[in-house]
């Protein structure tokens, strides 16, 4: 079974990841300053990805993107962050990539 999305993202803000890649035929992926890791041990399939692209998108984004099949946007939870994601179609799927969105400003030094 896939890990709920929610928890991939806890994952992320926790290791402060920079991109959470989700893809047919791969394990959820997280990329760090340290590299790049698998989050589990399940490979997603077609229903993993569009069931993720469904908890992120309400219904009328969700039209859009049947019809354009790609959408950007950024997305929140209560208690964890700010996201953005791109979410398109790769060899007939859905795919996506979340970034964390850092609500801490950098300083200059």
Do not use: H, W
């Not at 589990?40 to 993107?65: H, M, N, S, W």
């Not at 964890?80 to 979410?87: C, D, E, M, S, V």
Request: with cysteine; glycine share 10%.
């Amino acid at each position: 079974m896939a890990l709920p999305l929610r928890e991939m993202l806890t994952t992320m803000v926790e290791e402060d990841g920079a991109d959470l890649y989700l893809s047919v035929g791969a394990r959820p992926t997280l990329r760090t300053g340290a590299g790049i890791s698998e989050l589990g041990e399940t490979v997603l399939t077609p229903a993993d990805t569009e069931a993720y692209c469904k908890e992120i998108l309400d219904d009328r984004q969700l039209g859009e993107f049947l019809l354009t099949r790609e959408m950007n946007l950024a997305f929140g939870l209560a208690g964890l962050g700010r996201f953005r994601t791109n979410i398109f179609m790769q060899r007939g799927v859905v795919s996506l990539v979340i970034r964390q969105v850092r609500l801490d400003i950098p300083t200059i030094e």
